[in-house]
């Protein structure tokens, strides 16, 4: 018995028969597919999924179901799922997010299709969906929420608790450890924890209940000013008003903790050269390439640019062959100590520690970091050259190019964040290309200039 | 007046003021400053202050003052200050973090220190920070909280509140969204939320309106285990239990949250160089160049192995000199492209919809895009070749070359980071260097060989 339970189970789980079920519009055996497997099962199938299957799926759930599922895809498959299914399925399914995913979703569909299912919204939702998509991506009324309890001013703590009570199931997933008082403006005038409510005498008005005039965020400020306010006041939450002080969100220390992960990972993805968002293989070929390429076209221009140095002096090079070994080896290196320095200074300015304005101290601090580390990796790379050639002078060349080059490398690689930062350009993205453009073309410059310098002893 | 406040308010914010409080060993001036200080500020003046000055700031605060410096500080900063600070002084300001931070610090404290503290705190926290300390880095333990309600299942709805009111005090930084319920041996039966509490009679038994038999975590469970619990059930928070399904600790979404930025945080260090933990440049300098160097002397046996497969071939290259302008523009390019690689496969990994066993899948979805970019940029770079030497062979040679290697350096780019994963090592960590050494040699080697096969039409 035991062991039949166990292959209808293993049966069940097997991808081909999520396929096959999504293949028959089987909505049933796709639910109880899903029911059986476990999420990270579930994440890994539905991501090898054809595009049109993900769609056909969410189509064949009941919303509720299909929500949830959502809510399990990486964002840009969910985002191309909802897009190619019915308009009104996709407003039901809408209709079951939480509402600042609700939000998110929308403003990353297309206009057009965004627009339509919009239209089909209970009128309330599409209403609160429309206010919280209008707010610009890096400000606190996109990342608010819009599932708190709010209650006037003018109520006692018995009605409050009726209010909660006949609405039971509304607010079963609402964090209620923090409820807000409003005068009759709508006017944020009190926050009120759950524990002074329970303590309190019944007859009470929320009024003297509450703690009156609470720190709230206006929903514009950017979510540097939201990071700041949560490390000033270590509070759970904080509602968020509008200009006129109504209340019009709450945001959660976990709302900010999502935004840093998601700052956090676009912060390595363009590091290493993923740009106009993430990537995943199952999106179009098309789409992938000419995204990697638009990024490596950029890069090879540099590049180009870069190696131009060595083509100024091909008669140095031409006289001395084995210093050809020697240029991949110093532009690699010194992108690599440039990159270390990137990386600190990025982590800093993300940390808060250091500001655009301290270039000067991060410029101290590298220089006799690069003066220590630029020493070692010349004496390294002299000492291999010695040993190849026999030639001191080689070996001095490429030894005090390394050192001098790795030296520059650390400085602009601990300065150009910042400077783009000061800029208000994007220092991920922009940081590697620039740093190892000017290093490769300083250390092709010093490696040939010395050389010719001491041309007839190294031939 | 307030022309007057503004300046004693500028004047008190000036950094050089903390200096010179903490230089004449005034408290009150150190803990006013702090006050007026946004946390910003706070953050940014307190890590350019020498480590000394950081250790004395705290031994100058009140305890709590103390602690909440001490959680804005960057772990590094702490760690040290915490080491340097008077025992007894320390242990005031662990007591005074929460159960989780305490424990964080004490693990990352050298053990002789570590000891020290916790012989000086009160016995209770010092049994509970002991408890939480002894659990791995990756375990559910590790991240739980102490802070939560629990209550005997023999009491009242009555008595639970009599005790939140009695204890109202200590339970102010809960949350206490959510109460658990323990048996006489302390087995974890039930979970509580305050919601339905309030909605009880205050006759009611507690064992009667708690949530029997919930959900809970395993101490000992991977981080990972705790993700994906987290993805099934989308709750605020799971109570964590020991092997005897006694109730231990309690995990909040937040924590994982936290759990989760601080390992992008370091997939992106990592993939920069550096290594062996946070850098930050207020640390000692030759702490800073011994961890960056050890990752560049590693890279640089790398790079010479790659630059080897130059010095094989140097008849050629001194044939055609030409070619040492192209060798670090197709060394350099197959590297971005093959980081592109390790980017998105790195991404797919963390979002779970790649597994290491997905290689065949990844490398057929490489191959086509390596193509379509290869062609690219071959295409591009051969042009340069031609514009500038006239030389179709020339040009071929550079062209074929970057394209073969733009589609190696995908595909190697693509799995190593799931081999790495296979075999437990640190993708992040290793997947560069492998990357770039072994599309250097194929580079160098493809261009190189080409060259020598057509030689006499080059020259």
């Excluded at 200009?243 to 992960?261: K, M």
């Amino acid at each position: 018995m035991n062991d039949t339970e166990g292959t209808s189970e293993k049966l069940a789980l097997d991808p081909v028969a999520l396929e096959r079920a999504i293949a028959a519009n089987d909505g049933a055996a796709c639910e109880s597919w899903l029911d059986q497997a476990q999420a990270d099962e579930i994440i890994h199938e539905v991501a090898q999924l054809a595009d049109a299957d993900r769609s056909a799926l969410l189509g064949l759930l009941e919303p509720e179901a299909a929500a949830h599922l959502l809510d399990l895809m990486p964002e840009a498959h969910a985002i191309h799922a909802i897009e190619d299914v019915n308009i009104s399925v996709a407003a039901q399914i809408v209709e079951e997010l939480p509402s600042d995913e609700r939000a998110d979703l929308i403003r990353s569909l297309d206009a057009e299709t965004a627009e339509a299912i919009l239209a089909e919204l209970e009128p309330d939702i599409g209403e609160d969906v429309r206010r919280l998509a209008a707010y610009g991506d890096d400000t606190a009324g996109s990342i608010m929420l819009s599932e708190y309890l709010v209650f006037a001013d003018s109520l006692t703590v018995r009605e409050l608790l009726a209010d909660i009570e006949s609405n039971a199931e509304k607010y079963a997933d609402y964090n209620i450890q923090y409820t807000y008082v409003v005068d009759n403006e709508g006017r944020l005038v009190g926050v009120l924890p759950l524990r002074n409510v329970i303590l309190a005498r019944r007859a009470a008005p929320v009024r003297d209940v509450m703690i009156a005039d609470p720190i709230a965020m206006l929903d514009t400020a950017s979510l540097d000013d939201v990071r700041s306010e949560f490390r000033e006041h270590p509070f759970l939450g904080f509602p968020v008003v509008d200009a006129e002080h109504r209340l019009v969100g709450v945001i959660e220390a976990s709302d900010v903790a999502r935004a840093d992960i998601e700052e956090a990972d676009e912060r390595y993805r363009q590091s290493q050269g993923i740009v106009g968002g993430e990537e995943l293989r199952s999106m179009p070929l098309f789409l992938r390439s000419r995204r990697r390429l638009a990024w490596l076209s950029a890069n090879i221009v540099l590049n180009i640019l870069a190696a131009s140095m060595i083509a100024l002096h091909q008669d140095t090079l031409e006289a001395v062959i084995a210093l050809a070994v020697f240029l991949p080896i110093i532009s690699d290196m010194s992108g690599c100590s440039g990159n270390q320095a990137v990386a600190v200074t990025m982590r800093e300015l993300t940390l808060g520690v250091t500001r655009p304005n301290d270039a000067a101290r991060v410029l101290i601090k590298e220089i006799s970091l690069g003066l220590i580390n630029g020493s070692a990796l010349g004496i390294l790379i002299g000492g291999v050259a010695y040993l190849w050639k026999g030639n001191l002078f080689l070996s001095g060349v490429v030894g005090v190019s390394l050192a001098l080059n790795t030296v520059i490398a650390v400085c602009i690689g601990g300065l150009v964040p910042l400077l783009l930062k000061k800029f208000k350009a994007d220092p991920a993205l922009a940081s590697g290309p620039i740093l190892t453009t000017i290093t490769d073309m300083c250390g092709f410059f010093i490696v040939l200039t010395l050389a010719s310098l001491v041309l007839t002893s190294l031939t």
